[in-house]
């Protein structure tokens, strides 16, 4: 053992990985992590009273847009995000702006400030990997990790279309993530952005891509096959088809059935959630969704919350955001591609309480996060900054556990779209514990992460201290203390240390030969060659300043 | 010298953000809590009166600001009304976003006079650079409202997007003038730079030193005593009489369309 011993006495502690609902222990911490009582009570170093409030593993967010190349794109689009919103240094460590698509530094602060520790970028190209990890590491305090977008890949589409060995297929897929340095694999609109590229405009689940005959059903299915193979921690990660059309609750509910029982993820279903019924063909099909996830214990989500007020709507999805541009707010869109990986849109968005659509788009959300049954299989996000910025988390808690707040917010909004919603007569009221579970013991049980979201012995010493008070946005929005791996780093919400937080990286086994394969598509194809993409782990570990935590999964049969 | 008066007795070694440097916000507040008043200075926060002398009084809507470097950098920005006057050369963004009252600067100006501006009046006796009545940061469309004017010369991409009001530079412009014009009106008393109008929609570019060409992509459309123009010199005059006797060409102009590259159709006005 190491450096300073910490003790954190009279809490109550809430660790779902142990099924520990509030009890009152006493934690110890050291830059090893969670330790074991010490024999010897002289060698702790500083001890903090901390009775009368709640102890929880640092927050983990599953889903959020905070590097790559999109993101810089939507900071580059929108100078008045940054304009508006400085930081100047004194407030923060260092100085930073944006609230919308904040800098990486603001990002790392703000999540920190939050008692959030560990946060997971999920849309990176091979193609610009290091860009995100550059990005990635430039985000103070919190671990970080990234998903890597495929499936609208030229190189995995003629796989596919060539009816290759499932086992190549599972090769190129863990080459990539060796490749990307990824955590997991992510599908966006399967095959429907490639689709957009051949003058496609909307492509459902059991429609061809005309330039490779394939449907998004096929792709699906042969990435969560992958997956499942290789043994990933998390299972594939799913953006699906038609994000944001009235009526996409069917494709979602096909999207589910075509995984055929095989795990997967499907990403702020919020967006997917919709029914076409109504005098305007916009209604909520969460009640539906919810039912079948329920019934679905192969399938998690997370929800992508809106929230209301100016931010970026920021995605992979070219096929969609193309069709959302035209409600651009301020009026000025990018769509960009690189290498024809995958895509990219930025569409700005200002969600308005009065708007039938936002509002519903609000009511949706919150019913299916009250209408899941399990809250291990889902996960609190409002997909930021797409449904809204990462800050607004507290809200949402409150939201979440306060059944008044909840109905005094639903009566303030668009009342057509209030009456059209169940959420005024569904009464539950999330518990500490099942927040726990949301943010934290779920999304690291998702991910693999065994030294994170929980408060056991071995744990990396991420923990939270919040202050209990009957306001639970006020209590979530600012901790009285964060400790990243044994160490402070905030007190009464404010910084005070900026560690470098680890990137997590999964590396499954593969065929070597799977190399010649990319290799020959590379020099017939590409204006790069795959050496050049490929990400080292001495770029991320740079002179000590990042490191990896690597994950071997072991391929199941 | 009525009114509050600031003197830069210390001045920054870097960019000082200027914003909240205007009457309204320092209206009724004693000296000493103007002094305390926090700027922004680069990463930094810093007092106003670490940098000025405080003087005078509180109870006009009247302010000025006496030793200006070009490290202040969005002087007047957001300006409703009152009085704003400037000496020494001052840097970006002069009258960002300003909504009315004036804004009189004794000097030169840096980048992105009157960016975004909405109304009020805004002059700079010398001369300033390029993007005057742009769009902010952020914005689409340039200044949508009220009056510029540069006493001698001024850069690049005069009115640049430009949607309304009037712009009029004494002395010479650099290249662009006007590009993306959308609407609103810009007389350019000296020289001008190539690709004038370059991209325009609407709005009238008004020349009155004669002998410019423009490019191929404006259609000559004849020369006409358009009655408009008495009231623009008029107007011009009221403003600036010193500026008359070169506003003479002006009564009878030649007018080009364009820019045809864009569908516009906007005007060129040529003195004769
Ligand atoms: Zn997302």
């Known amino acids: 053992m190491d450096g300073t011993l910490i003790e954190l006495h009279g809490g109550r502690l809430y660790d779902p990985t142990h099924g520990i609902n509030g009890e009152v222990r006493t934690l110890y911490l050291s830059a090893d992590g969670i330790v074991p009582p010490p024999p010897d009570a002289g060698a702790i170093a500083q001890s903090y009273d901390v009775s009368g409030c709640v102890l929880m593993a640092g927050g983990i967010d599953i889903h959020t847009h905070i590097g790559g190349g999109k993101v810089n794109l939507a900071r580059m689009l929108l100078p008045e995000d940054h304009d508006r919103h400085p930081v100047a240094r004194g407030v923060h460590p260092r100085m930073g702006s944006g609230h919308a698509a904040p800098s990486t530094l603001t990002v790392g602060y703000r999540y920190a400030e939050m008692g959030y520790t560990a946060c997971f970028e999920p849309a990176m190209l091979l193609a610009n990997a290091r860009q995100a990890h550059l990005e990635l590491g430039d985000t103070p305090i919190v671990?970080?990790?990234?998903?890597?977008?495929?499936?609208?890949?030229?190189?995995?589409?003629?796989?596919?279309?060539?009816?290759?060995?499932?086992?190549?297929?599972?090769?190129?897929?863990?080459?990539?993530?060796?490749?990307?340095?990824?955590?997991?694999?992510?599908?966006?609109?399967?095959?429907?952005?490639?689709?957009?590229?051949?003058?496609?405009?909307k492509l459902d689940i059991d429609e061809e891509n005309t330039a490779y005959g394939l449907t998004p059903r096929q792709i699906l299915l042969a990435l969560a096959q992958g997956i499942h193979t290789l043994g990933l921690p998390h299972p594939l990660h799913i953006h699906g088809s038609n994000l944001g059309v009235p009526g996409n609750v069917e494709t979602t509910l096909a999207t589910i059935a075509a995984l055929e029982g095989l795990p997967a993820h499907i990403t702020h279903i919020q967006f997917h959630a919709y029914g076409n019924e109504g005098d305007r063909k916009f209604s909520s099909g969460a009640a539906r969704l919810a039912e079948a996830i329920n019934r679905q214990p192969n399938i998690s989500m997370d929800v992508g919350q809106v929230?209301?007020?100016?931010?970026?709507?920021?995605?992979?999805?070219?096929?969609?955001?193309?069709?959302?541009?035209?409600?651009?707010?301020?009026?000025?869109?990018?769509?960009?591609?690189?290498?024809?990986?995958?895509?990219?849109?930025?569409?700005?968005?200002?969600?308005?309480?009065?708007?039938?659509?936002?509002?519903?788009?609000?009511?949706?959300?919150?019913?299916?996060?009250?209408?899941?049954?399990?809250?291990?299989?889902?996960?609190?996000?409002?997909?930021?900054?797409?449904?809204?910025?990462?800050?607004?988390?507290?809200?949402?808690?409150?939201?979440?556990?306060?059944?008044?707040?909840?109905?005094e917010k639903l009566a303030s909004i668009n009342p057509a779209a209030a009456a059209a919603s169940i959420l005024g007569t569904l009464t539950r009221e999330y518990t500490l514990y099942d927040i726990a579970i949301l943010t934290r013991a779920a999304p690291a049980k998702s991910l693999g992460l065994s030294s994170l979201g929980h408060l056991g012995v071995g744990a990396r010493g991420d923990v939270v201290v919040y202050t209990d008070q009957p306001n639970r946005e006020a209590m979530f929005q600012r901790p009285r203390y964060v400790f990243k791996a044994g160490e402070l780093i905030v007190r009464d919400g404010r910084v005070i240390g900026t560690p470098t937080g680890a990137t997590h990286v999964v590396k499954p086994d593969y065929e070597r030969s799977i190399e010649r394969t990319v290799n020959d598509y590379f020099a017939r194809f590409m204006t790069v060659r795959p050496q050049n993409l490929r990400v080292s782990a001495a770029e991320i570990e740079g002179e000590g300043r990042g490191r990896l935590v690597v994950y071997s999964p072991r391929r199941s049969a | 010298m009525t009114g509050l008066v600031l003197t830069l007795h210390n001045p920054p070694a870097f960019e000082l953000d200027c914003t909240t440097l205007n009457a309204a916000t320092l209206q009724g507040k004693t000296l000493a809590q103007v002094g305390r008043l926090k700027l922004t200075q680069g990463r930094h926060r810093v007092s106003l009166g670490d940098l000025f002398d405080v003087s005078g009084d509180t109870q006009t809507d009247e302010l000025t600001l006496l030793g200006v470097?070009?490290?202040?950098?969005?002087?007047?920005?957001?300006?409703?009304?009152?009085?704003?006057?400037?000496?020494?050369?001052?840097?970006?963004?002069?009258?960002?976003?300003?909504?009315?009252?004036?804004?009189?600067?004794?000097?030169?100006?840096?980048?992105?006079?009157?960016?975004?501006?909405?109304?009020?009046?805004?002059?700079?006796?010398?001369?300033?650079?390029?993007?005057?009545?742009?769009?902010?940061?952020?914005?689409?469309?340039?200044?949508?409202?009220?009056?510029?004017?540069?006493?001698?010369?001024?850069?690049?991409?005069?009115?640049?997007?430009?949607?309304?009001?009037?712009?009029?530079?004494?002395?010479?412009?650099?290249?662009?003038?006007?590009?993306?014009?959308?609407?609103?009106?810009?007389?350019?008393?000296?020289?001008?730079?190539?690709?004038?109008?370059?991209?325009?929609?609407?709005?009238?570019?008004?020349?009155?030193?004669?002998?410019?060409?423009?490019?191929?992509?404006?259609?000559?459309?004849?020369?006409?005593?358009?009655?408009?123009?008495?009231?623009?010199?008029?107007?011009?005059?009221?403003?600036?009489?010193?500026?008359?006797?070169?506003?003479?060409?002006?009564?009878?102009?030649?007018r080009w369309v364009g820019d045809a590259s864009a569908g516009g159709m906007g005007e060129i006005l040529l003195a004769s």
Request: with cysteine.
């Open chain 1, 143 to 201: 671990d970080k990790g990234a998903y890597v977008l495929l499936g609208n890949d030229d190189l995995f589409l003629r796989l596919l279309a060539a009816k290759q060995d499932p086992a190549v297929i599972g090769d190129y897929l863990a080459w990539t993530l060796d490749a990307a340095q990824a955590m997991a694999i992510k599908v966006v609109n399967p095959g429907g952005i490639n689709a957009f590229k051949f003058n496609q405009r």
């Open chain 1, 307 to 407: 929230m209301f007020g100016q931010t970026v709507t920021e995605s992979g999805d070219s096929m969609r955001q193309y069709a959302g541009s035209a409600y651009a707010s301020p009026k000025k869109t990018v769509l960009m591609d690189i290498e024809c990986d995958a895509g990219c849109g930025i569409v700005p968005f200002r969600y308005r309480d009065q708007s039938f659509v936002n509002a519903l788009q609000w009511a949706i959300g919150l019913e299916l996060f009250l209408l899941a049954e399990d809250p291990w299989r889902v996960f609190l996000t409002t997909d930021h900054p797409n449904g809204a910025p990462f800050t607004s988390y507290p809200h949402l808690i409150r939201l979440l556990m306060d059944r008044s707040f909840r109905n």
């Open chain 2, 69 to 254: 470097t070009p490290k202040l950098h969005r002087v007047g920005a957001g300006l409703a009304s009152g009085v704003l006057r400037l000496s020494g050369n001052c840097g970006l963004e002069l009258g960002l976003r300003m909504r009315g009252g004036r804004l009189l600067l004794t000097g030169n100006a840096g980048d992105g006079v009157g960016l975004g501006l909405r109304g009020g009046y805004l002059e700079v006796s010398g001369s300033a650079g390029d993007f005057i009545g742009g769009p902010a940061p952020g914005d689409v469309a340039g200044m949508n409202n009220g009056t510029i004017i540069i006493g001698r010369h001024a850069g690049a991409r005069v009115g640049e997007r430009m949607r309304r009001g009037l712009i009029i530079v004494g002395g010479d412009t650099g290249p662009l003038g006007g590009a993306q014009l959308i609407a609103g009106s810009i007389v350019l008393l000296g020289e001008v730079g190539p690709g004038l109008g370059t991209g325009m929609r609407r709005g009238s570019i008004v020349l009155a030193k004669p002998g410019h060409a423009p490019a191929a992509t404006f259609n000559l459309a004849g020369t006409f005593d358009l009655p408009f123009m008495p009231l623009l010199i008029a107007h011009v005059t009221a403003l600036k009489p010193r500026w008359r006797a070169r506003l003479a060409g002006l009564a009878r102009v030649t």
